[in-house]
C-alpha cells in the first residue's frame, strides 16, 4: 500500500523555537495533504489542509502565523510549529491523499511526537 | 455541530470471540464513513470505507455496518486474536466530499489469549 513518512518521529526543543516536521509520500503524488494534532487519550483533530501549489487552509481556532505549513511539491508538505510553547507538545500526525486512487483514500505517516520545554 | 461518539471505555475479550464496536454520529448524513486501527505512538492505519448506500462490508475478519438512519456504524472482528489489540477510530468527512476527516475518540481493543 502506499506509504507516508514523517520526520522527525519525535523532538525536543526549548520554549520559543521553532519546529519543521516534513511529511512525504513515497510512491505517489499527493496534490493534497493534512495535518492533524492528537493529544493524549484524545482523537486526531484536523489543524489545517496543505494544497500544493496553494496556500494552506485552515480549521477554526488554529492559528495560521504559529502552523506554517508548505506544500512544496507533490510529494511533500512541511510544518513549522514557530515559537513552540509547552502547550504546543503534542502528536503531529500528517495524511496524503494519492491523487491517483480512490478520492476517499488517505494514508497516514507514522507521526512526531512533539514534546516543549 | 457534528459529533462523533465511540465507546470510550476499553473492550476487553477473549481470544476467539467476536469483537464488536460502535460508532454513532449525529447532525449529518455523510457520503461514507471509515474505520482506522491506530497502535499507541503510530498513525491511524486505513481498514475500511462503507458507503452510505451500502449496509454492509467485508474484509477479510472484518465486517462493517452502516445504518443511516439509526446514523450508527458497528465494527466487527471475527475470530479475534491479540495481535487485534489497538485502539478503532471511526472517522466521517463532514466537508461533502473534501476528505476533512472528523475522528471519533476511538475505542481501545484488548484481546486477551
Known amino acids: 500500500g502506499a506509504v507516508v513518512s514523517q520526520h522527525p518521529s519525535r523532538v525536543i526543543c526549548k520554549s520559543g523555537t521553532s519546529v519543521k516536521i516534513e511529511c512525504r509520500s513515497l510512491?505517489?503524488?499527493?496534490?493534497?495533504m493534512f495535518w492533524y494534532r492528537q493529544f493524549p487519550k484524545q482523537s486526531l483533530m484536523l489543524m489545517a489542509t496543505?494544497?500544493?501549489?496553494?496556500?494552506?487552509?485552515?480549521e477554526q481556532g488554529v492559528e495560521k502565523d504559529k502552523f506554517l505549513i508548505n506544500h512544496a511539491s507533490l510529494t511533500l508538505s512541511t510544518l513549522t510549529v514557530t515559537s513552540a510553547h509547552p502547550e504546543d507538545s503534542s502528536f503531529y500526525i500528517c495524511?496524503?491523499?494519492?491523487?491517483?486512487?480512490?478520492?476517499?483514500?488517505?494514508?497516514f505517516g507514522p507521526g512526531t511526537r512533539l514534546l516543549v520545554l | 455541530s457534528q459529533k462523533i461518539e465511540q465507546n470510550s471505555e476499553a473492550l476487553n475479550i477473549q481470544e476467539g470471540k467476536t469483537a464488536t464496536l460502535t460508532c454513532n454520529y449525529t447532525?449529518?448524513?455523510?457520503?461514507?464513513l471509515q474505520w482506522y486501527r491506530q497502535d499507541p505512538g503510530r498513525g491511524p492505519v486505513f481498514l475500511l470505507l462503507i458507503r452510505e448506500n451500502e449496509k454492509e462490508k467485508r474484509k477479510e475478519r472484518l465486517k462493517v455496518t452502516f445504518d443511516t438512519t439509526l446514523k450508527q456504524s458497528l465494527f466487527h472482528i471475527t475470530a479475534s486474536q491479540p495481535a487485534d489489540s489497538a485502539t478503532y477510530l471511526c472517522a466521517l468527512d463532514f466537508s461533502g466530499g473534501y476528505n476533512k476527516l472528523i475522528f471519533g475518540a476511538g475505542t481501545r481493543l484488548a484481546v486477551h489469549p
Open positions: 495524511s496524503a491523499r494519492d491523487f491517483g486512487g480512490t478520492q476517499e483514500t488517505q494514508y
Open positions: 447532525n449529518y448524513s455523510p457520503a461514507y
Open positions: 496543505s494544497n500544493e501549489g496553494s496556500k494552506a487552509t485552515y
Open positions: 510512491d505517489f503524488q499527493a496534490t493534497t
